[in-house]
Structures are given as structure tokens and as C-alpha cells.
């Protein structure tokens, strides 16, 4: 039988991800250690406090029915939390759950976007970010991030027919792949383009507590005018460990909040309750674990970041983010190139460039998930094979 699917589907291909872990097999066969700096899963585990919780929520037969919504307890720990850490005070109704970041950010589109509205996104920028906008039939605009802008967008440099033309716009800092935090100053400068020009931000704040150096971890929504504008997704996955567990949040404006709600209500039953218990004692228990889990991120970058410089490849410091954004060396005709090269005479496994867009094209992520150690061995691998 003949199958015709969905038209949409040619958009999308095989996951860059899929391509690397087969590469990563092959040589693996060959009997190579491989290094695989190139998926962001945290090595780190969740506190016991945490693991404690969701154990005991899941021993309760109660608590294998629908959720539906969000238990009050949560609710509350999440204004808790956002007050702690940003200064920003929310209401039960700015706050929704979500089975992740990346579920979330998939389908916000679809309570925002019809068919030909115009999105804004990043470019290099998270694949999810173009791809949820394209499920729901919007078009997709790249706004630049390039080195010298330091990786902001170059606000004033979007077309105004274009700016006018758009529904929404997604940004996110501490930024993957390209590795920086944004100061308070962006953020007040995007409230005023959004308002101008009438865009729905969504902010992806996934990486707030993975930021280095002594850097402000920000909000956009503790900044005026930004509950007026947009929304904000905030991640337990990074930040506590919970990656599995898929559970994160949006926040900020009270009407996409609701619309977006009445969406969600469609399409699923709520969180599995012994994870929104896992979650409230995430949130509402010791904070000293985060706060060491980012020095030791940060020791990695050191380790990685200074590592390479060592050796002879500028490898710029991280700014946030469990990720490291490098320049291809010179000699290298593409970052794919130069990631399988890697790959196979060192065992370093990074991700190249262009699979964040046709602007990541000349550099590499590598991933922040081997310990100080682990990454002085790769440095000396990378060294001895003499590859720049």
C-alpha cells in the first residue's frame, strides 16, 4: 500500500542528533573511546530530597488518576520561586505547567499563529524554535546573532515592514547554542520593540541558573512591561536534573496564559502528579545544590574552554548555558567537516554548527558533561592527534 503523508513532513529531516549517534556507533566498533560532548543531558543527578519525593508520591495509588491541572502546592512554589530568584511576584492564573520546554514551546504556536502569520526566531538559534511555529502553518523570519553584536539581535536592524508583519517572536538567554547571557539593557530595548510593533514575545529561560562569571541571573519578566508583551518557559530539566521527568512552566502574560490553557486542556490531563511532588520539593527545598552544580559547570568550561586554548584553538568562554560555542580551526572546509574529522581521530564527539542554522555554519557546540578530569584527558587526546 502507497502511503501520501502529510505535506509538512518534507520540512523535516532526520535529526542531526540521529546522524551523530550512528557516526558515534561506527567508531565506537572500531574499539576508539568516544568522547560525546554532543547531546546536553546532565550527568548531574536529582537531590535525594527530590527522588525521595516523587518515590513516595508514586507509592500512593491516588495519584495514578488524571492530574487535570496543577496542585495548589505547586502554584505556590513557583510564585515562591520566581519571587526568590527574580523579584517577580505572578498570579496562580500567569502560571501553567507544560511536559517540558520543548512540548511547550512546540505548541504555543498553535494558540498564538494562523496560518501565514509571520515568527521571528534565531538564527543560529534551537531547532524547536522554527519548528513549532511550521507545525501550526506560520512562516518563519530569522533575526541575526552574529559575534560582533555579541550574539544579540541588532533590534534596529529588522526591517519595519517586517517587525509590523509579525505575530510573535522567540528569543532566548543564557542562549544555546551561541553561549551568552543578555543584559537588562536588551531586554528593556526588545519590551519597546514589542510594543511598537505589536509582537508576542516568548522567552525561553531554560538556562537561567546555568550562567557563570557572576552574571545577573535574569528573568523577562522581572523587567516593566514585559508581562504586557510576553511570556516566559522555565525548565526543571537542567536546573534540578529532572530531564525525564518532563515538567516545566510558562509564565507572564494573563491572557496567552489562559488561551494557551484552554489549548493544553484539549490535548492532555496534567502533569503526573508524583512528579509535580518531585517538582515542589525542587522548588521549595535547599538551593545550595543549584548554586554548586553551577560552579561545577563552570569549572568544566574552564577546564574545556581554557583547555583548548592551550593547545592552539581559540575556544571562546561560556557565558551560560551547559554548552560551549567554538570556531571551526583553520584548515576545516565545513563545522561538519571538521566534527567528523574530530570524531574520528580523537574520539571527541561535538555538534555541528549548521544544525542550529545557516549562521552556525563555521562553528561547533560541545557539551558541558564531563568532569574537570575527564576533560583534561580529551585535551591531551585532541593534542597528541595534532589537528591544529
Known sequence: MEFQFAGRMQQFQAGIFSVLDQRRKAVEATGRKVYNLSIGTPDFQPAPHVMEALREAAADPENYKYALTELPELLEAVQNWYRSCYGVELETDQIMSVYGSQEGLTHIGLALCDPGDVVLVPNPGYPIFEMGPMLCGAKIAYYELRPENGYLPDLDAIDPALARSAKMMVVSYPANPVCVAAPRAFYEKLIAFAKKYHIIIVHDNAYSKIIFDGRESLSFLSVPGAMEVGVEFNSLSKTYNLTGARISFVMGNREIIQKYRTLRSQIDYGIFLPVQKAAIAALNGPQEG????????QARRDALCGGFRSIGWDVPDSQGSMFVWAPVPA???????????????????????????????????MALTKTPEEIGEIIRTVQAAQMF
Open 331 to 365: 584548515g576545516y572546509g565545513s563545522s561538519a567537516e571538521f566534527c567528523f574529522a574530530l570524531l574520528e581521530k580523537t574520539g571527541v564527539l561535538c555538534t555541528p554548527g549548521d544544525a542550529f542554522g545557516t549562521l552556525g555554519e563555521g562553528h561547533v557546540r
Open 290 to 297: 543549584v548554586e554548586a552544580q553551577c560552579l561545577a559547570y
